[in-house]
Each structure stands twice: as structure tokens, then as C-alpha cells.
């Protein structure tokens, strides 16, 4: 069983920045990466992170969001940057033991942290 922890969710008013955490219960995981959920809205995939480093981004946040990740803590990290209201979502940390996954179908998901961006 692969349990993932995310922390540094919160309230920031726009333009400000928060740095995410999430944190997997065993090493050796391959791809990982973050999804979120606006209220209402559809899920979507954020940005993703490989074993060696190989990143992938949402048009919508490229230039602000940054994911980066430490294979010795087995924790994966999100930086955002310049946020926005619309980035406000449940943001899901995601992982597998596939170092690519097809169509963001990840297997271990986290339980969500709250990120509110006001205006």
C-alpha cells in the first residue's frame, strides 16, 4: 500500500506564491506530479515529474509553477508562483511505479490539500 502526504495548501492573495509538499510512504516510485480540481470544474493534470527529472506542464501554468522532486525523502514538490484566482483547486498529489503514465492514469493518489488564491 503507497500512502502520499501532501502539505503547504492555504489562502494567498494573488500574485503570491506557495510551495506544496507531498511525501510517499515507500522509494523507487517513478513518475509523479500533481493534479487539481477548481470547484465545479473538471479535474486536470498539472504538472508531472520523472524518475531522472523530465517535467511536464499545463499550458496554463508554464512560467509559474515549477515541480521538482527528492528521490532520497521520496517527497515531490510544487512551486507556484504569480498565482492566480483561477488557480484555486484541490490539489492532488499523484504517483506510480510506472515512470511514465499513459493519459495521467496515475495509481496512488494523495487526499488533496486546499489552495485559495483571492483577489
Known amino acids: 500500500q503507497v500512502q502520499l502526504v501532501e502539505s503547504g495548501g492555504g489562502l494567498v492573495q494573488a500574485g503570491g506564491s506557495l510551495r506544496l509538499s507531498c511525501a510517499a510512504s515507500i522509494f523507487s516510485l517513478g513518475s509523479m506530479g500533481w493534479y487539481r480540481q477548481p470547484p465545479g470544474k473538471q479535474r486536470e493534470l498539472v504538472a508531472t515529474?520523472?524518475?531522472?527529472?523530465?517535467?511536464n506542464y499545463v499550458d496554463s501554468v508554464k512560467g509559474r509553477f515549477a515541480i521538482s522532486r527528492d528521490n532520497a525523502k521520496n517527497t515531490v514538490y510544487l512551486q507556484m508562483n504569480s498565482l492566480k484566482p483561477e488557480d484555486t483547486a484541490v490539489y492532488y498529489c499523484v504517483a506510480d511505479t510506472r515512470n511514465y503514465v499513459l493519459q495521467g492514469a496515475y495509481n496512488y493518489w494523495g487526499q488533496g490539500t486546499q489552495v485559495t488564491v483571492s483577489s
Open positions: 515529474i520523472t524518475r531522472g527529472g523530465t517535467t
